[in-house]
């Protein structure tokens, strides 16, 4: 059974960064995506960003344009994580992140099956 945790998350003040860490662990898969999503109170879900698996040999990302130049994902082979760097942070990234992984590149969060228990982030002003 494949499981996600994410953790980093915390209290930055605007123009600060944060690192958001997304644990695998579990059997991985070929072909797999794993995406970061966040959602803000009264808000829907949101994409932030993905990085493409192909059992972690493609490493090709797509990002919101929210966030475009300021966040930065990546994947550590060896430890088998799925970061999120965010730079330059404003107030409206305010967000619980979650990670997910799933197996077609997409923004949308359905296309993702398993989800990690989310982690927050507060960027004070």
């Given at each position: 059974?494949?499981?996600?945790?994410?953790?980093?998350?915390?209290?930055?003040?605007?123009?600060?960064?944060?690192?958001?860490?997304?644990?695998?662990?579990?059997?991985?898969?070929?072909?797999?995506?794993?995406?970061?999503?966040?959602?803000?109170?009264?808000?829907?879900?949101?994409?932030?960003?993905?990085?493409?698996?192909?059992?972690?040999?493609?490493?090709?990302?797509?990002?919101?344009?929210?966030?475009?130049g300021r966040f930065t994902i990546s994947r550590d082979i060896a430890k088998n994580t799925a970061d999120l760097q965010m730079i330059s942070l404003k107030t409206e990234d305010t967000a619980v992140y979650y990670c997910a992984s799933g197996r077609i590149v997409s923004r949308d969060g359905r296309h993702f099956d398993l989800w990690g228990q989310g982690t927050q982030v507060t960027v004070s002003s």
């Open positions: 059974q494949v499981q996600l945790v994410e953790s980093g998350g915390g209290l930055v003040q605007a123009g600060g960064s944060l690192r958001l860490s997304c644990a695998v662990s579990g059997p991985t898969y070929d072909n797999y995506v794993m995406g970061w999503f966040r959602q803000a109170p009264g808000k829907e879900r949101e994409f932030v960003g993905s990085i493409r698996g192909m059992g972690w040999r493609n490493g090709s990302t797509d990002y919101a344009d929210s966030v475009k």
